[in-house]
């Protein structure tokens, strides 16, 4: 069914469709109504019309007729001819209105008055009647056809069109608020989805709509106080936790010798490494976005941090990239931890590149490692979640992709995964939108 998508378009085709039909309705009702007591004022009128015409005739003085005749078809278009037995009589059409027409004038005049609308090819309202019982000739007199053509009523249509388009702008304009205050609500909805706390919505109008921004503003208000007290109970227990791990690590320092200590060092930082990946996925990202963020600056400081660590990368640029809005410390987490992936669980070369493509920066980090299979690419996204095989060893808390999924979702972008270069390895890429506003969600689809 061809219909636009937009609620407001919608709703004022169905509520001109529903005005067309009400009017087309309404003239169909009128005419029926008005059929009956038309039809018998015609056919008293035509009634009368004969019997003064039989009257008239019958007392005017014979050298009178003439005359009559005449001034009866001047001033009235009313004419009378014989009846001939040879006359051709055109069948009535099949229409209510004549024959209702017919029923009333057979039963005011007699059963054996013929009435036709066309004799011998000449159109017009014909009737037969008698001069007197005695007489065996008929006559017929004949009325204008304008008598019996129902014109249409122009003046309650003109009426039904002022309504109609009355009625179609009130839809509009009650249309054009709800798909506001929707648009207004989805908009708010997609900034909850990316994280963000939208402006609280005007809790006006409408009961139904006031109450449901009241529960928008309500949830919207709980989640943040949620994030916000799930980041300072992780923020407490990330404490409580580093304490102990920094003194035991003195200890094992002091106390420790050779492989034991080198041991229980690298258990340490790989406790405290963990205990820091849950902190960045649970705390969310709060960070101001910068309205001209520099990804040039960003790639080098962060192919710089992996070089001076022992594991560089190789960064490929083409030209320089265009500055955009964004959050350059969560897109920084969002590489070290993609990098960090290659290192662990790909293999050399690692490259880090930027490219824009169709209003798009995409920010990519390709290892030549084994990949990953396609059909796990979206569990891979979820939290906790890790593979079986080598790219998932123990020591990972499988919310590295996650943490990259939602710095993604919070610039309004995406994140995807698909085979490095040359089919070999895993291609991870971070794609932001360069007008700082990303497409909705149903409206992306996955680079080919």
Known sequence: MLLPRSLLARTFIWAAFLVLLTN?????????????PRSRALAQLSASAVNLARVALLTAAPELRTAFLQELSDSEGIRLLPRDAADRIAPLPNDHFIRAIEANIRQLLDDRTVFALEVNGEPGLWISFAMDVSEPDDFWLILPMNRVERNMPWLWLDWGIV???????????????????????ALATRQVGRGQTPQPLPEDGVEEWRRLAQAFNRMSHDLKHHEKEQAEILAGISHDLRT??????????LSLQGAAQTGMVADIEQMDAIIAQFLDYARGEDEA??????????LAAVAQHFAAI??????????????LPMKPHAVSRALNNLIGNAWKYGASPIILSGVVREGWLELSVSDCGSGIPASEVERLKRPFTRLTSARS?????????????????THGGS???DPGPNGMGLRATLRLPLSGAGRRAEDRAPRK
């Open 24 to 36: 087309v309705a309404w003239m169909v009702i009128f005419r029926l109504a008005d059929a009956e």
């Open 163 to 185: 309504v109609a388009f009355s009625s179609l702008g009130m839809a509009w304009v009650m249309a054009a608020r709800i798909s506001r205050q929707l648009r207004r609500m």
């Open 244 to 253: 102990p791990l920094s003194r035991i690590r003195l200890e094992a320092e």
């Open 289 to 298: 976005v910068t309205p001209k963020g520099d990804p040039n600056a960003l």
């Open 310 to 323: 022992q594991r560089p990368v190789t960064l490929d640029v083409g030209k320089k990239l265009p500055l």
């Open 393 to 409: 060893e123990a020591s990972g808390t499988g919310l590295g992709f996650a943490i990259v999924e939602r710095i993604a979702t």
């Open 415 to 417: 994140f995807e995964l």
